[in-house]
């Protein structure tokens, strides 16, 4: 069982930047792949960023290819998204997400966050 919990989110510029930070309960958290999804009003939830286990794999949705970054920090039990360049569509809820391998879709992934709002103004 893991449990997360994000943290970061909030009010930002157009072109602004913010770290979101996503901290897990539990000894197991070195062996799952991690990933960040968002959700905007009316939509699916899109994949933002995923890592492997060993942050040696990463995978980048198109859209924030360039300007997002996914780490991991296994001694801390945290993952990180740092946004960079961020535009009114990035606006969202991001949610982090745990699951046994790095994959794409939502439904491999075994345990969420409650999520963090990110709002970008133009």
């Known amino acids: 069982q893991v449990q997360l919990v994000e943290s970061g989110g909030g009010l930002v510029q157009a072109g602004g930047s913010l770290r979101l930070s996503c901290a897990a309960s539990?000894?197991?958290?070195?062996?799952?792949?991690m990933a960040w999804f968002r959700q905007a009003p009316g939509k699916e939830h899109e994949i933002v960023a995923a890592?492997?286990?060993?942050?040696?794999?990463?995978y980048y949705g198109d859209s924030v290819k360039g300007r997002f970054t996914i780490s991991r920090d296994n001694a801390k039990n945290t993952v990180y998204l740092r946004m960079n360049s961020l535009k009114p569509e990035d606006t969202a809820v991001y949610y982090c997400?745990?699951?046994?391998?790095?994959?794409?879709?939502?439904?491999?992934?075994?345990?969420w966050g409650q999520g963090t709002q990110v709002t970008v103004s133009s």
């Open positions: 997400a745990a699951g046994s391998d790095l994959a794409r879709t939502k439904s491999d992934y075994d345990y």
């Open positions: 539990g000894r197991t958290f070195r062996y799952y792949a």
């Open positions: 890592i492997s286990w060993s942050g040696g794999s990463t």
